[in-house]
């Protein structure tokens, strides 16, 4: 069983930034994939980025492309968002997920961390 905690999330404002962080509780993790998703309130959870096991290879939404960036620290067992010129539309609890066929369909998720951009 992998416990993934994310923090980092914040009130900010629009074109600010934020970097949020997954801590996994296991060394396996860094076999893993692993991804973020974002729900906003009534709306259904969406992809936004997903790094596999080595973080040699990366993939953004199309929504959050050039502004978001995730990356990962298997010595540390975390993976990372990096969050730039936010927008009022990412607002959303952010959740990190890990698997090995992850984003596709991953098996450990996160409880959430709140973002909020005011405009």
């Known amino acids: 069983q992998v416990q993934l905690v994310e923090s980092g999330g914040g009130l900010v404002q629009a074109g600010g930034s934020l970097k949020l962080s997954c801590a996994a509780s296991r060394r396996t993790v860094s076999n893993y994939n692993m991804g973020w998703f974002r729900q906003a309130p009534g709306k259904e959870r969406e992809f936004v980025a997903s790094i596999n096991w080595s973080g040699g290879s990366t993939n953004h939404a199309e929504s959050v492309k050039g502004r978001f960036t995730i990356s990962r620290d298997n010595a540390k067992n975390t993976v990372y968002l990096q969050m730039n010129s936010l927008k009022p539309e990412d607002t959303a609890v952010y959740y990190c997920?890990?698997?090995?066929?992850?984003?596709?369909?991953?098996?450990?998720w996160g409880q959430g961390t709140q973002v909020t951009v005011s405009s």
């Open positions: 997920a890990a698997g090995s066929r992850c984003p596709t369909a991953c098996v450990y």
